[in-house]
């Protein structure tokens, strides 16, 4: 594969994208869709760094068509309506990027429904907002949805005898586990849209390692991951780089149902976007399977439905 770069996003006027995580990933990745002409719309929980995030965007590119909207992936309540919003506004949605997420705290934290936070908003968030979007999606044109995974997914274990790391909570064993998840769904979608003729192409990518305010933000400044990001910062690659596997994943005409895209040098870390490697425990679907029927029941959403 070529070293492929936002120059090769192809013609996107006219395509509609949600994209959640108004930093890091998510920025870059809104921006260099509308850069290329696409409808951003750009969720996120935080207003003021969401107008913020809209602001630089339209300063960079004055004829952006990108606006904000409310969405909290650790509020099912949230996810719901922001479904019910969009819905009421649109009639079709092309493109979901499930990019938003949160990374090891040091104390077990939980969303507002009581999940472990990395396992609710990773994951479950993403699951419901995906559902509560299908109908749109379904009636969109060349429909994708983009999950987004990380290396860590290669250490990941779906404890399902504790999913929400009620007596056993380690921040990087149980992050592993929802960005496992992630990949896990992702692959689970493509199946039963597959099987069920919902015309979405399901795809997961991961950034490699790249400089963002996941780190310092979840696990915070002063720990070992915060540390790290700032004095190793040479080791992380910038996040215009670590957004390219995604924006391939969710633009590329290479990109395809049921794959897996990464960086392409130092064991997936850092590059341009090519094929990853999807981890052993992802390709078990009676376990995938058996994830998504609870995440049904825990998330209060059925995609049969939708």
Same mark, same amino acid.
């Given at each position: ?28 990745? /809104? ?28 300063? *960079? ?13 650790? *509020? ?15 009639? @079709? =949605? ?23 936070? &990395? ?21 969109? @044109? ?21 999913? &929400? ?38 795809? /997961? ?9 996941? =780190? ?18 040479? =080791? ?44 052993? /425990?992802? =390709? ?15 998330? @209060? ?6």
């Amino acid at each position: 594969m070529r070293k492929w770069t936002t120059s090769n996003i192809p013609d996107i006027r006219g395509r509609s994208f949600v994209v959640t995580g108004t930093g890091g990933l998510g920025f870059e990745d /809104a921006l260099a869709l509308a850069r290329a002409g696409a409808t951003v719309i750009l969720a996120g929980r935080n207003p003021s760094k969401g107008a913020e995030a809209v602001a630089r965007i339209k300063r *960079d590119t004055p004829e952006a068509d990108i606006s904000f909207e409310v969405l909290d992936l650790a *509020d099912l309540a949230s996810i719901a309506a922001f479904g019910e919003r969009l819905r009421s506004q649109r009639d @079709h =949605l092309d493109v979901l990027i499930n990019n938003a997420g949160v990374m090891t705290p040091p104390t077990r934290k939980v969303t507002s429904d009581g999940f472990e936070l &990395q396992f609710g908003t990773n994951y479950l968030g993403h699951f419901a907002l995906t559902a509560h979007l299908l109908p749109l999606l379904r009636k969109g @044109h060349d429909p994708r949805v983009v999950t987004l995974s990380s290396i860590a997914a290669r250490d990941g274990r779906i404890a399902f005898d504790d999913l &929400q790391a009620t007596h056993n909570y380690k921040p990087m064993p149980v992050y592993s586990q929802s960005k496992l998840a992630c990949l896990m769904f992702a692959l689970e979608l493509q199946r039963r849209s597959e099987a069920e003729n919902w015309g979405i192409t399901s795809i /997961a990518a991961h950034p490699g390692i790249s400089r963002t305010d996941l =780190l310092p933000n979840g696990a915070g400044a002063l720990s070992v991951f915060g540390l790290a990001r700032r004095i190793l910062w040479f =080791l992380f690659q910038p996040a215009a780089q670590g957004a390219l596997p995604t924006l391939f994943a969710a633009t590329s005409s290479e990109a395809k149902g049921g794959g897996y895209y990464g960086p392409d040098r130092l064991s997936e870390t850092r590059g341009y976007p090519t094929v990853a490697k999807i981890p052993p /425990a992802a =390709l078990d679907r009676q376990a995938a399977a058996r994830l998504w029927d609870i995440s049904e029941q825990l998330a @209060h959403v059925q995609f049969s439905n939708n």
